[in-house]
């Protein structure tokens, strides 16, 4: 406290004021956390003309769309989110994706981007994507 004539104390300090706050917010952020959050793993992608090799380094299967770059800025896609009718690649396995099954592939292409994700259930029978990654590979 300052003992100064005129001089009046206008913030008080509660040191457990910032906690109070700090921790409801870690009560809400865990409550609404999403435990089927996105799944560890690596796609290695790998151009040997004229297929992309994809190869899932991870345990659970991995789902993909590949797509010239040039066609992603004006292409609307969405990822498949059931595993039955989805090209999946599971745990250790290779795929090939010949570049004329690339959306959007033109002879002379450069570059494709290769988007990958994990399905995790949202329901009782139904599945979503953990979250989209994207690996962008030269032809």
Do not use: K
């Amino acid at each position: 406290m300052c003992d100064v004539p005129g001089f009046r104390q206008v913030y008080g300090y509660d040191r457990y004021a910032m906690t109070r706050p700090s921790l409801a917010l870690l009560a809400l952020s865990l409550a609404c956390a999403n435990p089927a959050g996105p799944i560890g793993g690596r796609l290695t992608v790998r151009a040997a003309p004229p297929v992309l090799e994809l190869t899932n380094q991870g345990a659970a299967p991995i789902y993909f769309f590949t797509i010239e770059r040039g066609a992603a800025a004006y292409t609307d896609w969405a990822p498949c989110t059931d595993s039955s009718r989805c090209a999946g690649i599971t745990m250790g396995q290779t795929a090939s994706v010949p570049y004329t099954q690339i959306a959007g592939y033109a002879p002379g292409a450069r570059e494709a981007i290769v988007y990958w994700w994990h399905l995790v259930a949202s329901g009782p029978s139904t599945s979503r994507p953990d979250s989209i990654r994207a690996v962008v590979v030269a032809l």
